[in-house]
T-cell receptor, first 114, second 114 residues
Framework: ETGVTQTPRHLVMGMTNKKSLKCEQHLGHNAMYWYKQSAKKPLELMFVYNFKEQTENNSVPSRFSPECPNSSHLFLHLHTLQPEDSALYLC?????????????FGPGTRLTVL | QKEVEQNSGPLSVPEGAIASLNCTYSDRGSQSFFWYRQYSGKSPELIMFIYSNGDKEDGRFTAQLNKASQYVSLLIRDSQPSDSATYLCAVITAGGTSYGKLTFGQGTILTVHP
C-alpha cells in the first residue's frame, strides 16, 4: 500500500449505530488530519494530530471521537450520528521537509446516516 | 468575510484555451498556498504549491502569488477536457512548524468543452 488509505470507502449507518473509520498513511509523516466535506460547502477541518497528540479540535460534536494510536494510524469513532452528518470524510497526512506542510489526502469514506 | 474566497463558477473554457482560476485570502500572515484538483466523487489531489511572490510553473500549470494583494491564482494552459474538475485553493498560516492548519476555499468548478 502506498500513500494514504482509508476504510471503509462507503458506509451506511443508522442513527443508533456505532462505527469507526480507519486511516493509515505510508508516507512517514508525523501529522494526520480528519476533514468533512459536505455538498456545496468547503472542506472543514475536524481534528489534527501531531506525533499522536491532538493539537486541534475544530468545535466538533462529541459524537465524533478521534483516536491516534501512532503516527501512521488514525481512527474516527462514530456514535449516535445525525442525518446531517452524511458527508465525505477525508483523512490527510503531512510531514516535515519540502514541500512544507503539504497535505496528502486519502480516497475518503462516503458516509450516509439514515 | 470568508478566510479563503474563490469564485464557485462554473468556469467554462474551450479546449486549448487558458483557464484562469483566482483566490483571495484574508490572513496576511499566510505563508503557504496550495492548489488541489478534485474530480467528482474523488479526494483532493495536489497540483501546485507556492510560497514566494511571483510565478511558479510546472508543465501546463502556473501558480501566481501576490502577498501584497493577498491573491493567488492558477493558470492552466492548453486546457483539456480531462482538466474538468473542481479546483480548491488552500492557505496555511502556521509557518515553521511540522504541520499547519489548511483553510480551503469553496472551490471553482472548471469545465473544458471540446
Amino acid at each position: 500500500e502506498t500513500g494514504v488509505t482509508q476504510t471503509p470507502r462507503h458506509l451506511v449507518m443508522g442513527m443508533t449505530n456505532k462505527k469507526s473509520l480507519k486511516c493509515e498513511q505510508h508516507l512517514g509523516h508525523n501529522a494526520m488530519y480528519w476533514y468533512k466535506q459536505s455538498a456545496k460547502k468547503p472542506l472543514e477541518l475536524m481534528f489534527v494530530y501531531n506525533f499522536k497528540e491532538q493539537t486541534e479540535n475544530n468545535s466538533v460534536p462529541s459524537r465524533f471521537s478521534p483516536e491516534c494510536p501512532n503516527s501512521s494510524h488514525l481512527f474516527l469513532h462514530l456514535h449516535t450520528l445525525q442525518p446531517e452528518d452524511s458527508a465525505l470524510y477525508l483523512c490527510a497526512s503531512s510531514g516535515q521537509g519540502a514541500p512544507r506542510d503539504t497535505q496528502y489526502f486519502g480516497p475518503g469514506t462516503r458516509l450516509t446516516v439514515l | 468575510q470568508k478566510e479563503v474566497e474563490q469564485n464557485s463558477g462554473p468556469l467554462s473554457v474551450p479546449e486549448g484555451a487558458i483557464a484562469s482560476l483566482n483566490c483571495t485570502y484574508s490572513d496576511r500572515g499566510s505563508q503557504s498556498f496550495f492548489w488541489y484538483r478534485q474530480y467528482s466523487g474523488k479526494s483532493p489531489e495536489l497540483i501546485m504549491f507556492i510560497y514566494s511572490n511571483g510565478d511558479k510553473e510546472d508543465g501546463r500549470f502556473t501558480a501566481q502569488l501576490n502577498k501584497a494583494s493577498q491573491y493567488v491564482s492558477l493558470l492552466i494552459r492548453d486546457s483539456q477536457p480531462s482538466d474538468s474538475a473542481t479546483y480548491l485553493c488552500a492557505v496555511i498560516t502556521a509557518g515553521g512548524t511540522s504541520y499547519g492548519k489548511l483553510t480551503f476555499g469553496q472551490g471553482t468548478i472548471l469545465t473544458v468543452h471540446p
